[in-house]
């Protein structure tokens, strides 16, 4: 059975840091992103990672501040976020892909895990 488990949502206040895990499990991934969605907002691309190399894809909103890796000993994805705003307060989910174009289409993902909800408070 394909999962996704995410994990290390929260709430902060603005300029503090979060860690979020992405764990997935079921098959190989090639390709390993995470979005965003706020409420009344549509699904926003975060950033992408390739599994094999560790190639990395930023949304511009986040460059500089987030940084995506992986640990493939432990089968984990990680998206640090750094000097948090209230603009990055939104459900943050992990999706997955067999392919390894770097994408940052939604539609091009075929597996998602739940989400987990960061607050960024003022």
């Known amino acids: 059975q394909v999962q996704l488990v995410e994990s290390g949502g929260g709430l902060v206040q603005t300029g503090g840091s979060l860690r979020l895990s992405c764990v997935p499990s079921?098959?190989?991934?090639?390709?390993v992103a995470w979005f965003r969605q706020a409420p009344g907002d549509d699904r926003e691309f975060v950033a992408a990672?390739?599994?094999?190399?560790?190639?990395?894809y930023y949304a511009d909103s986040v460059k500089g501040r987030f940084t995506i890796s992986r640990d493939t000993a432990k089968s984990v994805v990680h998206l640090q976020m750094n000097s948090l705003k209230t603009e990055d307060t939104a459900v943050y989910s992990c999706?997955?892909?067999?392919?390894?174009?770097?994408?940052?289409?939604?539609?091009?993902?075929?597996?998602w895990g739940q989400g987990t909800q960061v607050t960024v408070s003022s």
């Open positions: 079921g098959r190989a991934f090639s390709t």
């Open positions: 999706a997955a892909k067999l392919g390894l174009f770097l994408t940052p289409k939604s539609a091009d993902y075929n597996y």
């Open positions: 990672i390739t599994w094999s190399g560790g190639s990395t």
